[in-house]
């Protein structure tokens, strides 16, 4: 193996990676370093700053719980420099940040505390995953194979539909009539009225991430139609296009967001026919080589849901 001696960074297990580059730095993309071999030292692009403790000073994983608390990153915000859209702020300005440090062993057990709740958050992401996937798998036995319906063959009764044999009494319809696709507004133009009372802005960014941190602001007297809460339903229809049940906190709705809603099914209906569809809608964005991948509104009308009869 080639000794690497080109520029850039370098890293070992225990340093904090700090992206310093909009919108990176806005958009909180921190690391805490755990996966190299033991004594290996990594090298690395310039556009993230290493952080890591003193000895006898600071705690390492103190150290990395410290960069993601607002106040710091939204020191490190005000101080890029660059022309706009490639700021970034420099090393100096985080070193000449002044801090007032717990002792040592209050640092270690802060970090554990907070570490534990990490690795909890993580087993839950994961456990939700896994109830999600089987939901899928559910539903797609439901209403697509039809193999809940027992001794469901050649023999009962089906009837045709522009999906094929369906069973007698179901209906076709489509994602844009059973349930309401709200697009979100030009946020930008909703300014907060002062710098106490907001909501936060939910862009794609802040759907990716879960979380509402170092999001722009938006007043709160928009219509409330576009204000998001927990357990809504929110699809990108455009960019990264995605389907989630938000846990971010309540917000306010951007454009390219669509908040998912109906007065006639249940949630977990129109949630999971549209999630369905997402990768058809991935495939079709894809297609938009000239313009950011996105769908438009008939194609949720062309895509075609199956709709059990109330029996």
């Known amino acids: 193996m080639k000794e690497f001696k080109g520029s850039g960074s370098r890293f070992q297990n225990g340093d904090t990676l700090l992206a310093r580059i909009t919108p990176c730095l806005e958009n909180g993309k921190t690391v805490f370093l755990s996966c190299?071999?033991?004594?290996?030292?990594?090298h690395g692009s310039t556009e993230f700053i290493v952080l890591s403790g003193k000895d006898g000073i600071s705690d390492n994983l103190f150290v990395y719980y410290l960069v993601g608390d607002p106040e710091f990153r939204n020191y490190a915000i005000q101080h890029m420099e660059g022309s706009t859209?490639?700021?970034?702020?420099?090393?100096?300005a985080i070193a000449r940040l002044t801090l007032n440090l717990p002792p040592l062993p209050e640092q270690k057990a802060i970090a554990s505390i907070l570490g534990a709740l990490d690795d909890k958050i993580e087993l839950n992401r994961k456990m939700n995953?896994?109830?999600?996937?089987?939901a899928r798998a559910i539903f797609k036995s439901w209403f697509v194979d039809f193999d809940h319906?027992?001794?469901?063959?050649?023999?009962?009764?089906?009837?045709?539909s522009p999906l094929g044999k369906i069973p007698k009494g179901w209906g076709v319809g489509s994602l844009g009539e059973i349930?309401?696709?709200?697009?979100?507004?030009?946020?930008?133009?909703y300014p907060p009225e002062n710098d106490y009372d907001f909501l936060p802005v939910i862009k794609i960014a802040q759907l990716r991430k879960d979380s509402t941190e170092g999001s722009d602001k938006a007043s709160v007297n928009i219509n409330p139609a576009y204000i998001v809460s927990d357990g809504d339903i929110l699809f990108s229809w455009s960019?990264?296009?995605?389907?989630?049940?938000?846990?971010?906190?309540?917000?306010?709705?951007?454009?390219?967001?669509f908040k998912v809603t109906s007065k006639n099914y249940p949630k977990?209906?129109?949630?999971?026919?549209?999630k369905h569809y997402l990768s058809d809608f991935q495939a079709i964005a894809a297609t938009k080589a000239t313009t950011m991948g996105?769908?438009?509104?008939?194609?949720?009308?062309?895509?075609?849901?199956?709709?059990?009869?109330?029996?």
């Open 268 to 274: 977990w209906f129109y949630y999971l026919w549209t």
């Open 294 to 311: 996105h769908i438009q509104r008939h194609h949720l009308a062309e895509a075609k849901v199956l709709i059990p009869s109330p029996d």
């Open 36 to 42: 190299l071999p033991d004594d290996v030292v990594g």
């Open 149 to 160: 319906i027992s001794g469901l063959g050649p023999h009962k009764e089906w009837q045709d």
């Open 179 to 189: 349930a309401d696709y709200l697009n979100g507004l030009a946020l930008q133009k």
């Open 85 to 92: 859209g490639r700021q970034r702020v420099p090393a100096s």
């Open 129 to 134: 995953e896994t109830l999600e996937a089987m």
């Open 239 to 257: 960019g990264s296009l995605e389907v989630v049940i938000w846990c971010g906190g309540r917000g306010a709705l951007n454009q390219h967001l």
